[in-house]
């Protein structure tokens, strides 16, 4: 079993920057590939960026990428999304994800899920 813990979110207006931390705890961090996904109010849950288990190779969804960087440290067991040039449309919960497989916009569910933190963009 992992938990994940995620903190940061907030206001912010449009143009700004914010970081999210997700703090895990559980089994080996080392084992799974992280990520993060989002969900406006209204629409389905989407896949942000994701973060491999070994080799930090990491991947993003179009309308994030430049603006976006997913980074983790697996000797403090956390995953961050680093987000800056923020717009309207980044308002959502963005939840923090974990899988013991590959982790992209294409594979597979996560195995866990964090219960999400509130992202607001003022324009």
């Known amino acids: 079993q992992v938990q994940l813990v995620e903190s940061g979110g907030g206001l912010v207006q449009a143009g700004g920057s914010l970081r999210l931390s997700c703090a895990a705890s559980?089994?080996?961090?080392?084992?799974?590939?992280m990520g993060w996904f989002r969900q406006a109010p209204g629409k389905e849950r989407e896949f942000v960026a994701a973060?491999?288990?070994?080799?930090?190779?990491?991947y993003y969804a179009d309308s994030v990428k430049g603006r976006f960087t997913i980074s983790r440290d697996n000797a403090k067991n956390t995953v961050f999304l680093q987000m800056n040039s923020l717009k309207a449309e980044d308002t959502a919960v963005y939840y923090c994800?974990?899988?013991?497989?590959?982790?992209?916009?294409?594979?597979?569910?996560?195995?866990?899920w964090g219960q999400g933190t509130q992202v607001t963009v003022s324009s």
């Open positions: 994800a974990a899988r013991s497989s590959p982790l992209t916009a294409y594979s597979g569910p996560p195995d866990y």
């Open positions: 559980g089994r080996a961090f080392r084992s799974y590939a």
């Open positions: 973060v491999t288990r070994s080799t930090g190779s990491t």
